[in-house]
């Protein structure tokens, strides 16, 4: 048996979600509280999942799951929102949560998703997955992943020792424009000169 506690502010909400727990055999809502200082001032061993609202009156969302999640390690927070997922769900996961779901999804969902978190994992739409992944890629990419193909080049060539001149001529454009995509790779890359330029090309084996 899941043994759930609701959190919201809104009392028809809270009937709501309990009339829809109410339909799964292995679920039972053990609590349930209107504010973020109710839910730490009452939530315990005895709560498998926590469904949390993410605005509601006291402590702010991320402050409530800490602190929950820090007095008690196993506990399960799914939060509730009408937020768009991406504006809201990393933040919320960071501190602790192991789950994000909007309001506007199915009932057969938020089981679905109730189970998936008391079972340790991770839930998440499929929306906010793509977001997720899209953010850690940006994290993870080296510098000159955000350069354009042209801008690359330049760097690979210079990088690899030759003179703006004869990139120029390499390229069949002018020396200014060189220059022009030079300062733009600098900027980019946070560099100063070409000195820098082609230590990195070095570092990261960019090759023309």
Do not use: F, W
Request: proline share 4%; glycine share 6%.
């Amino acid at each position: 048996m899941i043994r759930i506690y609701v959190a919201d502010d809104h009392p028809v909400v809270r009937e709501g979600l309990k009339r829809i727990l109410a339909d799964a055999s292995d679920m039972r809502v053990v609590g349930e509280a209107a504010s973020g200082d109710q839910v730490l001032a009452e939530i315990d061993r005895r709560v498998d999942v926590l469904l949390l609202d993410i605005s509601m009156p006291g402590p702010g969302l991320l402050t409530v799951i800490r602190q929950a999640r820090a007095r008690h390690p196993e506990l399960r927070i799914l939060v509730l929102s009408v937020q768009p997922e991406e504006l809201y769900a990393e933040r919320a996961l960071r501190a602790g949560a192991s789950g994000y779901l909007t309001k506007d999804q199915s009932p057969a969902e938020l089981a679905g998703a109730i189970r998936r978190v008391h079972a340790g994992r991770r839930y998440v739409s499929e929306a906010v997955a793509e977001v997720l992944a899209q953010r850690l890629a940006q994290i993870e990419a080296p510098p000159h992943e955000s350069l354009s193909n042209r801008e690359y080049e330049v760097l690979a060539l210079l990088g690899s020792g030759m003179a703006v001149r004869d990139v120029a001529e390499m390229l069949s454009v002018s020396a200014k424009s060189i220059s022009t995509y030079r300062a733009r790779v600098l900027t980019k890359l946070g560099m100063t000169n070409t000195a820098e330029l082609i230590r990195y090309a070095v570092e990261h084996d960019i090759r023309p």
